[in-house]
């Protein structure tokens, strides 16, 4: 699987939108691009994924640039409840290519009052 | 998103006792569930891969004899450490992957924390 490469921390202030970058220059054609974050002493919660298109659910947006080497994770409107550290890992998802999660350090944002 | 839910949520157990750590997928069938220990300020790191019906897949440097692992059913997985020691003691955390899902998206379960005594 593809390594990526993220800013160790960021700080957002409440209600402005947290942008969350995320590199990973060595993607493959059959990878995708998937968002967890990890809210102190409990387990990842899963956001967001996408291929080649921007992506957007009810928890943020994913944008992909076209040459798919680098990602951004938008939250909208941060809230303190979204101080986490936040995870994006390249993942191959079919079944003979493991389809494993592979954590990086992530970054860790902090939403202020 | 899809529901995985791990038990006990806590255990403090012995020096030299076993315990296991139970994960479910309580709303879809997972033929592959992963298992992963999380130490204080450290990122999570793959121990094992589980697959139904079959032996477990496990990372290098993982002692297989030490954290035994059953994936018996479609939505139930177990971790078994054995002859625990204080140095076991961490955050222990298992997803599964919904095949149903574009991507075959992978949830996870809210962790069991594992103190050994």
């Known amino acids: 699987d593809a390594k990526t490469t993220q800013p160790p921390s960021m700080d957002c202030a409440e209600g402005r939108a947290a942008n969350l970058p995320c590199n990973h220059s060595t993607i493959s054609g059959n990878e995708y691009v998937y968002w967890y974050r990890q809210i102190h002493s409990q387990g990842p919660q899963y956001i967001i994924h996408g291929l080649k298109n921007n992506e957007t659910n009810e928890m943020a947006s994913l944008i992909i640039t076209e040459d798919r080497k680098s990602s951004t994770l938008i939250l909208p409107h941060a809230t303190l409840r979204d101080t986490a550290v936040y995870y994006c890992i390249v993942r191959a998802t079919h079944y003979n290519q493991g389809g494993k999660l592979i954590f990086g350090q992530g970054t860790e944002l902090s939403v202020k009052p | 998103g899809a529901v995985v839910s791990q038990h006990p949520s806590w255990v403090i157990c012995k020096s030299g006792t076993s315990v296991k750590i139970e994960c479910r997928s309580l709303?879809?069938?997972?033929?592959?569930m992963f298992w992963y220990r999380q130490f204080p300020k450290q990122s999570l790191m793959l121990m094992a891969t589980s697959n139904e019906g079959s032996k477990a897949t496990y990372e290098q440097g993982v002692e297989k004899d030490k954290f035994l692992i059953n994936h018996a059913s479609l939505t139930l997985s177990t971790l078994t450490v054995t002859s625990a020691h204080p140095e076991d003691s961490s955050f222990y955390i298992c997803?599964?992957?919904?095949?149903?899902?574009?991507?075959?998206?992978?949830?996870f379960g809210e962790g069991s924390w594992l103190t050994v005594v």
């Open positions: 709303d879809f069938q997972a033929t592959t």
């Open positions: 997803s599964a992957r919904d095949r149903g899902t574009s991507g075959n998206t992978i949830y």
